[in-house]
């Protein structure tokens, strides 16, 4: 398996508070993503990374934010948590040659109550 | 990016090959085709991709039709772990890998 952890893997907040996620790769892959998956739906990508401290926005970036200091960690931060982010949130990385040869985290399941 | 289209849902007999089809109509010329699956709870997990070949690896076979219409992931000897929604994506193999999972195929292997 990639070396990649997620952390937490639980997590239970309350609306309006912040909460961040760490996504950590020990694989030197310069590309990271962060996703989100709701039940009985495929995953949607949030944000991503092309290399440290170069990020942009996917497809449902609304209400998270991210950095990226280092190569191996990428973060995901809900800045005011709601309850329409309850949901599981998965990392994934990958190299330029091959962007969608990609390799994912064991996800953080977060539930905004 | 090309659109896929698969079947909601798929059964098979453990120990028999699983063939999961895959309909790109609209893909480019440049456009590879992946696979990937989601055993419950867990995250996804990459299996092959391809671009005009058929390509073959440990975890399985992946099929392309000669006009990259379609295609399809052969598992040649379906077990119960294999149980899990495979996702088929088209997209071109250049920037950063930014993609949208669809629904994919349920495949259950049954005993």
């Known amino acids: 398996d990639a070396g990649i952890t997620q952390s937490p893997r639980h997590k239970v907040t309350e609306t309006g508070t912040p909460v961040t996620l760490r996504c950590h790769q020990t694989e030197n892959h310069r590309y990271m993503y962060w996703y989100r998956q709701d039940p009985g739906h495929g995953l949607r990508l949030i944000h991503y990374s092309y290399g440290v401290k170069d990020t942009d926005k996917g497809e449902v970036s609304d209400g998270y934010s991210v950095s990226r200091s280092k190569t191996e960690d990428f973060l995901l931060t809900l800045e005011s948590a709601t309850s329409s982010q309850t949901s599981v949130y998965f990392c994934?990385?990958?190299?330029?040659?091959?962007?969608?040869?990609?390799?994912f985290g064991p996800g953080t399941r977060l539930t905004v109550t | 990016d090309a659109k896929t289209t698969q079947p909601t849902s798929m059964d098979c007999a453990e120990g028999r090959a699983a063939n999961l089809p895959c309909n790109h109509s609209?893909?480019?010329?440049?456009?590879?085709v992946y696979w990937y699956r989601q055993i419950h709870s867990q995250g996804p997990q990459y299996i092959i991709h391809g671009l005009k070949n058929n390509e073959t690896n440990e975890m399985a076979s992946l099929i392309i039709t000669e006009d990259r219409k379609s295609s399809t992931l052969i598992l040649p000897h379906a077990t119960l772990r294999d149980t899990a929604v495979y996702y088929c994506?088209?997209?071109?193999?250049?920037?950063?890998?930014?993609?949208?999972f669809g629904d994919g195929t349920t495949l259950t292997v049954k005993p």
């Open positions: 994934a990385i990958s190299d330029p040659g091959n962007p969608y040869e990609q390799y």
């Open positions: 609209t893909i480019s010329g440049n456009e590879y």
């Open positions: 994506i088209v997209r071109y193999n250049t920037n950063a890998g930014k993609s949208t």
